[in-house]
C-alpha cells in the first residue's frame, strides 16, 4: 500500500464523492440501522475507499485503545468495499492479516482505508490500514478474496440477489 498521508489528506477524505451503496443486511461494522454497529460511510479514492470514523470507547480492548478484533474488521469492512466500489464485485475473505503497529484510541477520529492491489476473479487481494488524524499508520493489513456466485452469497445472507446487484450497481456509481 502506498505510504499516506498527511493531517490535510486525512481531512480531505471528506471532499471526496461517497459510496453511494447501503448494505441492504444489518452488518455490525457498515449497516446504519444496527443498534450497536459502527456505521461506517465509505468514500471513492482513486484505488479503493476511506472513511473517517471514531470508535467508541465501549469497544475497547485495554482501557483507551481500540479492540483488536474491531480494528480488524474496520480494515476488512474497507477492502470489501473497495471490491463493491472499484470492481462491483460481492466476495468473502479467504485470509486476512493484520499488522498492529500502534494503538488506536477510541474517541479519536481515524482514518480507515483499503486498496485493490490485484483483482483477477476468481481471486483478489486488498491492503488496508488505519491512520490517526495526523497521519500516522496505526495498523496495516492484506486480504485475500474469492467470489462465489451471487445467488449462493444472496441464500447464504437471506437476501434477494437482484437486491445485492442494486447495492453492487450502487456502490460503483460516483
Known amino acids: 500500500m502506498k505510504e499516506c498521508c498527511t493531517a490535510d489528506q486525512h481531512a480531505s477524505v471528506l471532499n471526496l464523492p461517497p459510496v453511494q451503496g447501503r448494505w441492504p443486511g444489518s452488518c455490525f461494522v457498515c449497516s446504519e440501522g444496527h443498534p450497536h454497529g459502527l456505521g461506517l460511510r465509505f468514500r471513492h479514492t482513486a484505488d479503493g475507499v476511506a472513511c473517517l470514523t471514531t470508535v467508541p470507547a465501549g469497544y475497547c480492548g485495554f482501557d483507551g485503545m481500540v479492540h483488536g478484533g474491531i480494528i480488524s474488521a474496520l480494515m476488512d469492512e474497507a477492502a470489501a468495499y473497495a471490491l463493491f466500489a472499484r470492481h462491483g464485485r460481492l466476495g468473502v475473505t479467504r485470509e486476512i492479516t493484520v499488522r498492529f503497529l500502534k494503538p488506536v484510541a477510541t474517541g479519536t477520529e481515524i482514518r480507515v482505508v483499503g486498496q485493490v492491489l490485484k483483482f483477477d476473479p476468481p481471486e483478489a487481494e486488498v491492503a488496508m490500514a488505519i491512520y490517526d488524524a495526523g497521519g500516522q499508520r496505526l495498523a496495516e493489513g492484506r486480504t485475500t ?30
Open 145 to 174: 478474496w474469492s467470489f462465489p456466485r451471487l445467488s449462493r452469497i444472496a441464500a447464504l445472507a437471506g437476501v434477494e440477489e437482484d437486491v445485492l446487484q442494486n447495492f453492487l450497481d450502487d456502490c460503483q456509481k460516483v
